[in-house]
């Protein structure tokens, strides 16, 4: 049977992307002190799970309390040049990563030169390598300082966050380097596991707070894409980065179901995107899984429960189902801008799905471009193994493998695979 070519457009960016705390190493920030109180709680409950073989197999593994402490992490702070010199022999031509606040500005008004010099020669590293970066300027971490006057909650949160930008973004070799930005990297679902699900730190539980924080964010959103705007290179696009869970009802025939999916899409897209309105050039779509929704007291979302029993999944337990990228993407042509998507993987340690979890997302998003959805980039999450959230090391996303022993790097045979894309600017199927 004769391949089927799916050409992308011209200038299409592929990459892969990764985030400071996650994978530099030695970050000191409110997530570090986190994770030192909480490490063996989350190891203690981890041993009531059945775990396969294979992932007990790894160090570090989910019954080891070391998994969920970052330490040195990737040591990406000092790899950089050999992790950028392998995403350019796998034809990335573009790479999506954060800054690190807490590196930049330590202490309240205490600006570091030094690490401002640093991220200036990662700009420089990727620019040297014919790799377009893409900047985010906060993702999850804080200074510890910022962390003891309430962080998002605390109204003057903002004013230091874009005090810290605009030190960040006039450093010469960063704002005149950079074309690509996301002030922040998708709050709503920050706001959902630390305010709301109460997983991740600060861990609280509370509406009023989750709203508040909303509220503060979004002013960060507006100020800083202001602020790039007026400083940063000529061509700069500022873009807003959007968590995207694709939801459909468990069944299509239950009111209550259907009810639920549309309330829970306008919560989770639609008001933040119109809160934004025009203070983001792109949306930086970032999709991973899909949400089957049964009416159900005392669910996940208060009335609902998730039900994938049925079907393939990662190695985190998420539902393989590219479809429903499509069906995002369809329901973001609305707002009418164009659409990067900065992160899209699957944790698999033993590299049998990542292939195919890939192809079958381009696949999709592919059909969405043919439809008139304006999508402009892709960006694998994420280059490397690395720290997951509260997870932990365990999970395996990386395009490359890390042995966090000896840090040695190993490049997966999916990685090759989407070599041959990047390279070709085209999928087989």
Not at 162 to 176: A, E, H, L, Q, S
Request: glycine share 6%; with cysteine.
């Amino acid at each position: 049977m004769e391949k089927k070519i799916l050409k992308f457009p011209e200038g299409f960016l592929w990459g892969a992307g990764t985030s400071s705390h996650q994978v530099e190493g030695n970050v000191d920030n409110d997530w570090a002190e986190w994770e030192f109180a909480n490490a063996r709680r989350k190891m203690e409950e981890a041993k009531k799970k059945n775990w396969p073989g294979f992932i007990l197999d790894n160090y570090p593994n989910p019954l080891q309390e070391e998994n969920y402490i970052s330490g040195r992490a990737c040591d990406h702070y000092n790899r950089y040049e050999e992790d950028f010199d392998i995403a350019a022999s796998l034809r990335h031509n573009a790479h999506k990563f954060s800054i690190e606040w807490s590196r930049i500005e330590p202490e309240e008004g205490k600006f570091n030169d030094k690490e401002l010099e640093h991220y200036a020669r990662v700009i420089r590293s990727l620019k040297d390598r014919g790799i377009e970066p893409l900047v985010v300027l906060w993702h999850w971490g804080n200074p510890k300082w910022i962390a003891k006057i309430g962080a998002w909650e605390n109204k003057r949160t903002v004013d230091y966050y874009v005090r810290y930008v605009n030190r960040f973004i006039k450093f010469p070799g960063i704002g005149d380097s950079v074309k690509f930005w996301m002030p922040l990297n998708e709050f709503q679902a920050y706001i959902g596991y630390s305010y709301l699900g109460g997983i991740l730190p600060p861990q609280k539980k509370s509406l009023y707070k989750a709203n508040r924080v909303l509220k503060n964010l979004v002013t960060a959103q507006k100020k800083a894409y202001g602020l790039i705007h007026k400083v940063a290179a000529r061509d700069v696009l500022v873009g807003a980065s959007h968590h995207a869970t694709h939801h459909t009802p468990y069944n299509p025939k239950n009111f209550l179901n259907v009810l639920f999916v549309k309330l829970l899409d306008y919560i989770k897209k639609d008001r933040i995107i119109k809160m934004i309105g025009s203070c983001q050039d792109f949306i930086g779509l970032q999709v991973y899984r899909h949400e089957r929704l049964r009416f159900s007291l005392g669910g996940r979302y208060g009335i609902a429960r998730i039900d994938n029993e049925k079907t393939d999944h990662s190695d985190m337990g998420w539902e393989i189902y590219p479809e429903g990228i499509y069906h995002t993407l369809k329901y973001l042509k609305k707002f009418d801008l164009p659409i990067y998507i900065t992160e899209n993987g699957i944790a698999d340690a033993r590299d049998k799905k990542r292939t195919k979890f890939i192809n079958g997302h381009l696949c999709w998003i592919h059909k969405a471009i043919q439809e008139g959805a304006d999508v402009k980039g892709y960006f694998y999450w994420s280059l490397m193994d690395n720290l997951e959230l509260a997870e932990g090391f365990w999970p395996r996303f990386g395009l490359v493998e890390v042995d966090y022993e000896t840090m040695e790097r190993k490049i997966r045979p999916s990685a090759r695979e989407y070599a041959k894309i990047c390279k070709n600017n085209c999928l087989e199927t």
